[in-house]
Structure formats: C-alpha cells, structure tokens
C-alpha cells in the first residue's frame, strides 16, 4: 500500500503530515503547538514533558480545537526500568494529562523517533 493511501493512524504516516491533519484548519499557528522532545538527559526530558504539559494546560486562542505534538521523543523508547526518578515521575503526570482532556478539541500526539 503506498504511503498517501494509508490511514493517518497508521504507524508509518509521516507525523508532520497527520500533526497538521489533526489540527484545525481556520485555527492557523494557533492550532498546532510543536514541543521537541528531545533529550540527552533525564532532567531535560522533564523540562520537555513539563512544556508539553503546560501546552495542554493553555486554552486556545479564539476558542478553537488545539493540537499539542510532541515530536522526536528519543526518551520513550528507553527501557522504564533504567530511566532515572525525574524521567518517570514526569511520565506519570503527562499519562495522567493525556488520560483526560484538559477541555474538549484538545488532542495530544506523540511520536518517538
């Protein structure tokens, strides 16, 4: 099947292409809020979690649906069991902002590497 006719869950869709599918289109920039989620280490992982957090906790300007993408998060992929204390407790709390929508039309889209 080729890429264009896949469906935009599909695990091999190109993110930047089903990022901006899911965000609204009369909402410009203000529909789309990118967090680069790389890391080098734990504490800076926090600080991504943390910003994509704080973005699902801001409202949209004009009352419009938002999207929040957290892109190339490189410290998913680590084995949970070796992530340091600072890492994890800052998973908890976004599985716990991704369980619930912070207000409706928010979506949240992660995507490792």
Same mark, same amino acid.
């Given at each position: 099947?080729?890429? !264009?006719?896949?469906?935009?869950?599909?695990?091999?869709?190109?993110?930047? /292409? *089903?990022?901006? =599918? *899911?965000?609204?289109?009369? !909402?410009?920039?203000?529909? *789309? /809020?990118?967090?680069?989620?790389?890391?080098?280490?734990?504490?800076?992982?926090?600080?991504? +979690?943390?910003?994509? +957090? /704080?973005?699902?906790?801001?409202?949209?300007?004009?009352?419009?649906? =938002?999207?929040?993408?957290?892109?190339?998060?490189?410290?998913?992929?680590?084995?949970? =069991?070796?992530?340091?204390?600072?890492?994890?407790?800052? *998973? /908890?709390?976004?599985?716990?902002?991704?369980? =619930?929508?912070?207000?409706?039309?928010?979506?949240?889209?992660?995507?490792?590497?």
């Amino acid at each position: 099947m080729a890429m !264009a006719t896949q469906h935009p869950c599909h695990p091999h869709w190109p993110s930047a /292409e *089903l990022a901006h =599918k *899911l965000a609204p289109d009369d !909402a410009g920039d203000f529909g *789309l /809020e990118v967090i680069d989620g790389g890391a080098d280490y734990a504490d800076q992982a926090a600080s991504r +979690i943390a910003s994509t +957090i /704080e973005a699902l906790q801001t409202l949209p300007f004009f009352g419009s649906p =938002k999207v929040v993408w957290l892109k190339n998060a490189n410290f998913l992929g680590h084995d949970p =069991k070796s992530r340091p204390a600072a890492g994890q407790s800052a *998973l /908890e709390g976004l599985s716990i902002w991704a369980g =619930k929508a912070s207000y409706p039309g928010c979506a949240l889209l992660i995507r490792p590497i």
